[in-house]
């Protein structure tokens, strides 16, 4: 007669793995409680942390004088507004000294070509860039806009 030994053996590692997979997801959520340490035990609480602020000198103390800074020089325009002007030729204008629309309106076109030249740069043509820059420099820019329509590549289409 066979034994059916392996077939009654079944519900048993039925038993025994979800007592396993009982005992494992119990012991994940208490890790996973807040304050619980390595096996179950407290961590300790976090220290608070403490800011320092600056004292004030005493009110018959002299104020400590600072050294006077350089003049700031104001903030560069962004001349790649202009049609014709790239990332490239920006670079090459603002080493020039040229870095507002106001110095850039104030350049004539010439200058403009014999800077470029003198940094490589042949295809560009400046002869449009004065004008934009005056438009720009004024805060109109709706004639910009404007005439920007009838420039390709800063040059003059219609």
Do not use: C, H
């Amino acid at each position: 007669m066979a034994r059916k030994s392996g077939w009654l053996m079944v519900p048993f590692y039925v038993a025994l793995l979800g007592l396993l997979i009982w005992w494992w997801w119990r012991e994940t959520e208490r890790r996973i409680q807040p304050g619980a340490g390595l096996m179950g035990g407290r961590l300790p609480e976090p220290r608070p942390k403490v800011f320092k602020l600056p004292v004030a000198p005493a009110p018959d103390e002299a104020p400590v004088e600072l050294p006077a800074s350089a003049p700031v020089a104001p903030e560069a325009d962004d001349l790649k507004r202009i049609e014709g002007i790239g990332p490239k030729i920006s670079s090459v204008l603002a080493a020039s000294g040229i870095r507002s629309f106001d110095r850039l309106a104030g350049t004539a076109p010439g200058q403009l070509e014999e800077i470029l030249a003198a940094s490589g740069i042949r295809l560009a043509d400046p002869a449009t860039w004065p004008e934009q820059a005056a438009l720009a420099a004024a805060g109109n820019w709706e004639g910009l806009a404007l005439l920007q329509s009838q420039l390709k590549g800063g040059r003059r289409v219609a």
